[in-house]
């Protein structure tokens, strides 16, 4: 009995792999703004790669007729007034329902025939999010000929690493899939190009099940400019990532505020007290005000921690819960 329910199990989970392949129950994101040279491949390629999928571009602005384009070119065109990448990607999240949702860059930089691949470990589910790597076979090192950008996205690596504990192989990449729990359940605050790094972090922090598919990498072709800027979005990113990991994990920020406020603290206190306890006078007034100061704010900064910890936990238990309400209710469709 045990064998026979085995088989059936695995046969459900194959034709749901396959079903996903061809597209079924899938919408495909193509986040827009002026992309005219190359958005109708993009188009038509996801088109061939998942013909039974339905390919949706949000135009956020374009000047170049880009959702025109796109129109003639069989995708369902829908436009985000709000200027930046992630006001762009919060709209189709709120706004489209699917089984399966893949969102790649209208810049023909993502091969469509990776697709399948991104999509199988949802429909198989062992995943809830799949990440198109371009760095790991070595693709982006070849193609990408902006050398800040490769460093950006190695610092932004490491980052996550030192405080999450988990090693993306590619954190910047704009080709992902999720699952309809995924991205019904994530709440998109950034406004720009630090939308990758919020997802990414997201995943990570609520320990939503990661895989990285690795994907071959082109660069943009002839005419098309990229819109992310390295060092002003590159700072953006930056400050997203401390800001998330404030707002996710306050205990340890938090703490090692504390710790570092401490520290000097001592720094300056130290010689105020050894020149105490040797002559039973304080001279160095200032430095022992600072030092008190300084030790006090650390106080602080710990008791704020533990309870914003708390509260963080509390909106995690909440968090669970509305992700169970979606399930259920995938599980009634």
């Known amino acids: 009995m045990t064998d026979i329910a085995t088989v059936s199990n695995a046969e459900a989970t194959a034709a749901a792999v396959d079903a996903a392949r061809r597209g079924e129950g899938v919408a495909v994101l193509v986040p827009c703004y002026n992309e005219a040279p190359t958005i109708a491949k993009v188009v038509s390629d996801f088109r061939a790669a998942l013909p039974e999928a339905t390919i949706y571009v949000y135009d956020n602005n374009s000047t170049d007729g880009t959702a025109d384009i796109a129109a003639a070119a069989g995708a369902v065109v829908r436009r985000e007034s709000r200027q930046g990448k992630g006001n762009v990607v919060r709209s189709m999240f709120r706004d489209i329902d699917a089984e399966y949702y893949l969102m790649v860059d209208g810049d023909d930089t993502y091969p469509a025939e990776a697709a399948g691949d991104l999509l199988a470990p949802l429909a198989a589910d062992a995943a809830d999010m799949t990440v198109g790597d371009r760095i ?71 320990r939503w099940r990661v895989a990285d598919v690795p994907i071959d990498y082109r660069d943009r072709p002839e005419g098309s400019e990229s819109k992310l800027s390295t060092f002003s979005d590159g700072m953006l990113v930056l400050a997203a990532i401390a800001s998330l990991f404030r707002d996710y994990r306050p205990m340890a920020f938090f703490g090692w505020l504390g710790l570092a406020l401490a520290v000097v603290g001592l720094c300056f206190g130290l010689p105020v007290v050894a020149e105490y306890l040797g002559t039973g006078y304080v001279a160095k007034l200032p430095s022992a005000v600072l030092a008190v100061a300084l030790m006090i704010v650390a106080a602080l900064s710990w008791t704020a921690g533990l309870i914003l910890d708390t509260v963080a936990k509390s909106h995690r238990r909440q968090w669970e819960m509305s992700v169970y309400r979606v399930m259920e209710a995938d599980a009634e469709r």
């Open 136 to 206: 790991s076979n070595g693709a982006y090192g070849k193609e990408n000929e902006r050398p800040f950008h490769n460093f950006g996205n190695n610092l932004v690596r490491r980052l996550i690493r030192v405080i999450y504990g988990y090693a993306f192989e590619d954190v910047m990449t704009g080709y992902r899939a999720f699952t309809r729990a995924f991205v019904k359940t994530m709440p998109v605050m950034s406004g720009g190009f630090q939308i990758e790094t919020e997802i990414s972090i997201w995943a990570v922090d609520r």
